[in-house]
T-cell receptor
Framework: SQTIHQWPATLVQPVGSPLSLECTVE??????LYWYRQAAGRGLQLLFY??????ISSEVPQNLSASRPQDRQFILSSKKLLLSDSGFYLC??????????FGPGTRLTVL | AQSVAQPEDQVNVAEGNPLTVKCTYS??????LFWYVQYPNRGLQFLLK??????LVKGSYGFEAEFNKSQTSFHLKKPSALVSDSALYFC??????????????FGKGTRLHILP
């Protein structure tokens, strides 16, 4: 069966520091991968999605970036965090015509 | 552009009563429709989906949803609510898998409170 992992689970970072969040999927090949941000326990904001290795689509211009160095690995990064980057970050995968499956999330607090 | 509307920010229901969480959508073509549930500090969990076929879809934890094409709605229902159903619920829509970069569009979420 398929599983999706995210780490770390929680992260507290100072403003201006770098960020790297990792997401890996097991049990499937060539999935679509997604990064979302959720603020204050409400709606989801799609940040990036990827249909294959090295293929990244950005939905919202900001100081975040994403990379997909391997088929089942999706990384969210920033060179310098802002206070507004605080939130709950969710990774998800999707296979042909199916629903999305979400990881457990990373709670990021920028101080 | 495709969109999803969840008109209620919060729904309060007494335990044991039936519950309904509303969702309407706007999309050209025949949509795929989904419901997800999120518990505090957790990822979203898939509840059910409509792709084609019977308009009444049954899912996890006793939930069901009815696809109504004329009203472009996909309301989530449960005959008898449990306190443990209290959570944040998301409706979502996507177009059929025409190409690999199709996205799922989520509603803003409805917070369901089941009162003991």
């Amino acid at each position: 069966s398929q599983t999706i992992h995210q780490w770390p689970a929680t992260l507290v970072q100072p403003v201006g520091s770098p960020l790297s969040l990792e997401c890996t999927v097991e049990g499937t090949s060539n999935p679509n991968l997604y990064w979302y941000r959720q603020a204050a326990g409400r709606g989801l904001q799609l940040l990036f999605y990827s249909v294959g290795i090295g293929q990244i689509s950005s939905e919202v211009p900001q100081n975040l970036s994403a990379s997909r160095p391997q088929d089942r690995q999706f990384i969210l990064s920033s060179k310098k965090l802002l206070l507004s980057d605080s939130g709950f970050y969710l990774c998800a995968w999707r296979d042909a015509g199916r629903e999305q499956f979400f990881g457990p999330g990373t709670r990021l607090t920028v101080l | 552009a495709q969109s999803v509307a969840q008109p209620e920010d919060q729904v309060n229901v007494a335990e044991g009563n039936p519950l309904t969480v509303k969702c309407t959508y706007s999309v050209s073509g025949n949509p795929y429709l989904f419901w997800y549930v999120q518990y505090p500090n957790r990822g979203l969990q898939f509840l059910l989906k409509y792709i084609t076929g019977d308009n009444l879809v049954k899912g996890s934890y006793g939930f069901e949803a009815e696809f109504n094409k004329s009203q472009t709605s996909f309301h989530l229902k449960k005959p008898s609510a449990l306190v443990s159903d209290s959570a944040l619920y998301f409706c979502a829509v996507s177009l059929p898998w025409a190409n690999r970069d199709d996205k799922i569009i989520f509603g803003k979420g409805t917070r369901l409170h089941i009162l003991p």
